[in-house]
């Protein structure tokens, strides 16, 4: 028999060995997530779109809406089941038999009779191949509702990776600022404890650092927040350490990056394509409303048997279409198509108009940015911030003309690159408008 100092040593070692797999388990997982990590800081904003569309569960989810939408074609495409029947009749239900003229005794109602039956519907007017077509145009929807998904989580994916190297790069050169001022403010403190300048000069360049470090905190806090959400856009899991993503934001034209403007055709658009196929849906629904009213011709046939004899009989019947023909369902279903024609019409308009916007955007950042490419005036900017730099540490300016130079190119700075951020996510929406951010899902293998 097992002592009770042997039992609670067991349940020790087990508990112990639980906690230390587990502990492992999670060990190995948060390794792996780093790793993950890791390898996205290596790639380009292709292959992070890519993993997103395979990893995140809210994009999977959305997928499996057109898996689901195939049940609903099959569904249309089912004939109808046939019918087995069975009856028997004359059954004693109680009281005294009758004797019949042989002197038997037989039940009242003589012999019990026996007849199995089978009945089909039949299909006469057309109907099912009538629903395919209807179910047909249906999937074709919902593959263009997911498609119109797909653009518009890319768009949100890539905005997102925009933003994050415009505060990249805004922390690059506020974190170089904060680190020159401080250097700047330990040197002018011991230029005041000399007498070569006022503790008012010592005062503002304290309060410019002030402000250059509350800028700088700001941005790490905006960092935070848009490496949530594209955490969340890829479909990886939380970390403690700074999520990094590989590029900069160097400015290209458009014509370097070989986009028309002037070439698209708004019927790419995933959105307008879902309403096409609705409106063919309601078009032909019209049709399957007239053919349902019309009915099923149902022909059956039985046997029975009642003794020694035995039947065969058939029959068919079908329902006379007298006082409901079905007249309320086929006006709903013209009232219906009339209303998808005038929608997909507002979504052709509402596509024009915001593709023309977005034309008008992305040419008015890309002159703007070409023109300070051509006047070459980040570089004028910085030239002319050194040297205010440089007299002031040699004495030859006042304080307020350095700060003032210094500001000036700290704006044109943060100016310069939330204007490239600014274009980059005008030419994302660009493309967006004209349905060419995103995927053919009809082309994607798992959905065929």
């Avoid at 109680?94 to 039940?107: E, M, Y």
């Avoid at 399957?288 to 022909?299: A, D, F, V």
């Amino acid at each position: 028999m097992v002592s009770v100092s042997t039992a609670l040593f067991l349940f020790f070692f087990l508990e112990v060995f639980n906690t230390l797999g587990a502990e492992e388990k999670e060990s190995a997982e948060s390794r792996n997530e780093s790793a993950i990590e890791d390898a996205i800081a290596k790639w380009d904003l292709s292959q992070i779109e890519e993993y997103a569309t395979r990893n995140n569960p809210l994009y999977l989810a959305e997928k499996q809406n057109v898996n689901a939408a195939r049940g609903d074609l099959i569904t249309a495409s089912l004939y109808r089941n046939p019918m087995l029947v069975f009856q028997e009749q004359f059954v004693p239900a109680g009281g005294s038999p009758t004797t019949n003229i042989f002197g038997s005794q037989v039940s009242s109602g003589g012999a019990p009779e026996i007849a199995p039956g089978f009945t089909q519907d039949i299909d006469i007017n057309g109907i099912v191949s009538q629903r395919v077509r209807v179910s047909k145009h249906a999937f074709q929807v919902q593959i263009a509702n997911f498609s119109d998904f797909d653009r518009l989580f890319r768009l949100r994916l890539r905005q997102n990776y925009w933003s994050y190297l415009y505060i990249k790069e805004l922390l690059d050169f506020q974190k170089e600022f904060y680190e020159n001022y401080k250097d700047l403010l330990e040197l002018n403190r011991f230029r005041a404890e000399k007498g070569d300048i006022s503790p008012l000069e010592l005062d503002r360049l304290e309060l410019e650092r002030v402000r250059i470090e509350k800028d700088y905190r700001d941005a790490e806090i905006l960092r935070a927040q848009i490496a949530k959400n594209i955490r969340v856009l890829i479909g990886v899991p939380p970390q403690s350490k700074i999520l990094d993503l590989k590029g900069r934001l160097d400015f290209f034209s458009t014509a370097e990056l070989k986009i028309d403007l002037e070439e698209f055709d708004i019927e790419d658009r995933a959105d307008l394509a879902a309403l096409k196929s609705r409106m063919m849906q309601s078009q032909l629904n019209i049709e399957l409303k007239r053919r349902e009213n019309k009915s099923y011709l149902n022909l059956g046939g039985e046997v029975r048997k009642k003794g020694n004899e035995s039947y065969f009989g058939i029959f068919a019947t079908i329902p006379l279409r007298i006082f409901d023909r079905g007249q309320g369902e086929i006006l709903k279903a013209e009232e219906l198509h009339k209303k998808s024609v005038l929608e997909v019409e507002a979504k052709r308009r509402e596509i024009l108009a915001e593709v023309n916007a977005a034309k008008r955007e992305l040419k008015s950042r890309e002159e703007l940015l070409l023109s300070y490419r051509a006047t070459k005036l980040l570089d004028k900017n910085k030239s002319v911030k050194e040297k205010s730099t440089l007299a002031f540490i040699r004495g030859a300016s006042n304080l307020v003309t350095f700060l003032e130079a210094d500001r000036n190119y700290f704006n044109l700075l943060k100016g310069y690159y939330e204007l490239i951020y600014l274009y980059y996510n005008a030419i994302e929406s660009y493309r967006a408008s004209v349905g060419r951010l995103g995927t053919n899902i009809a082309e994607d293998s798992t959905i065929k």
